[in-house]
């Protein structure tokens, strides 16, 4: 980490799954390799943290308590453990911005009445958000092709890439 | 898991992945080398690096097999190894230059490919347990390892914490200073496993 803020280093934290990493300018965040998982980040516009989650499941009530899950697993729970992160860090909610990516359906093949679990976690996400009031700026989900994803808390902007395509901004 | 079904498991597995070498090595005109099944019990947050790193672009064929014994079925490579494996079907085919670069040959050549290799390997599997076992037609993939592996999660996120895959590297030893290599992947559903040690009286 640097301390000059003129020769200030870019760290790119990469969210494993199931994580939630928060950070702010020059900092990155960033999920790679993102299937049916999504990655949302939730950001504060007048203090400048943003946090990331890369979300695996739709919802933490399905199978109870399976002992100690990690904070960003389920779409639920990732939202707030977002909130929670970034309200310790001096973050008013209702000034809360998400955006999201993610969600898609790998291979076509759905073991489950309720659908491909890409698009759960879409619909379990959307509601998580807005149960807590969050207002969702900006999403890239759903279709066939893994995605990756780098968010600037300076810009709020979040880069999207698949492969053989050219990259997107939301 | 006892040890007597993991045994089993390893035996189903390795059967169903000498046939599907077999299918390879037949495809490709040469020796196919295969390493023996793996057994692997995978904790859920760790599936998109397992098999490899998550940034490694590869080509996934994915196939399901419906039956009294459901499973899915994956046949994975690096880019440049499927890249390679179309190349040669392509030449052993004949397939001429301005047919191959037509967009989506790659993709139909790995596809059938893909269908064949996992089609002899059910098929021993099927053959060794007495059960029909149908693949549906396969699905293909190029993407990032990360987000192919999410599959495991649309298998077992709704049961536990853990996915379980047997794991079978196929190679050709000596091509040109460099290996190709192939996973198959064969997933059980979860559930599935239990009737079957049930059925075959491996308790």
Redesign the interface.
Known sequence: MSVHPTTAEIQTLTV???EICVARKPDLLSC??????IGLVLYDPIRGWAGMAHI??PSSS??GS?GKE?PG?FADTAVFGLIAELESRGALRSFLRAKMAGG?R????S??SSG???EQNVTATREALRIAGIRLEGEETGG?????IVFSPETFLMEIRC??QESRLI | MNPLQMDALKEIANIGAGHAATALSQLMGKRVDMCVPQVDLIPLEAVAGYFGEPETEVWAIFTRCESSFPVSLVFIMNKSDGDLLAEKLFQAARIPDKVRFLPGMKESALSESGNMIMGAFVSAVGDLLRKNLPLSVPSISLDLMGAVMDILLEIFGGFGDTALATETELSFPGESRRNFSARILLIPDPGSLEILFRQLGVE
């Open positions: 494993g799954m199931g790679v390799g993102l299937g049916s998982c695996m499941l399905s199978r399976q990690k697993k898609a790998m291979f076509s093949f073991p489950t491909a679990i890409g066939t092709k893994g995605r990756s492969v053989g």
